[in-house]
């Protein structure tokens, strides 16, 4: 099993930066690749960002790539999303996942942290 809780959300206007943070534990070995995911108000969720645990490899939506950077702590068994250049099209609840093989979904997910921008 793997836990995995969010911090670093908030409220910011347009324009300005925000950088989310999920510490995973538990069986964190087991981990090949975490992402963050979101889900707007009347929106179905949606990806964002992946990174593996292994390697270099990241992988972006087109709408944020050049403004969402995400990185890993493997020694402190976190990743993170800094966010720039935030617009109010942004805002949304942002979620933490995991999973242990690739290509498969996402089997553990955080609780969720909120992030609004306005305008």
């Known amino acids: 099993q793997v836990q995995l809780v969010e911090s670093g959300g908030g409220v910011v206007q347009a324009g300005g930066s925000l950088r989310l943070s999920c510490a995973a534990s538990g069986h964190t070995f087991s981990i090949n690749d975490m992402a963050w995911f979101r889900q707007a108000p009347g929106k179905e969720r949606a990806f964002v960002a992946r990174?593996?645990?292994?390697?270099?490899?990241?992988y972006y939506a087109d709408s944020v790539k050049g403004r969402f950077t995400i990185s890993r702590d493997n020694a402190k068994n976190t990743v993170n999303l800094q966010m720039n250049s935030l617009k109010p099209e942004d805002t949304a609840v942002y979620y933490c996942?995991?999973?242990?093989?690739?290509?498969?979904?996402?089997?553990?997910w955080g609780q969720g942290t909120q992030v609004t921008v306005s305008s």
């Open positions: 996942a995991a999973r242990t093989t690739v290509g498969v979904q996402y089997a553990y």
């Open positions: 990174i593996y645990s292994k390697g270099s490899s990241t």
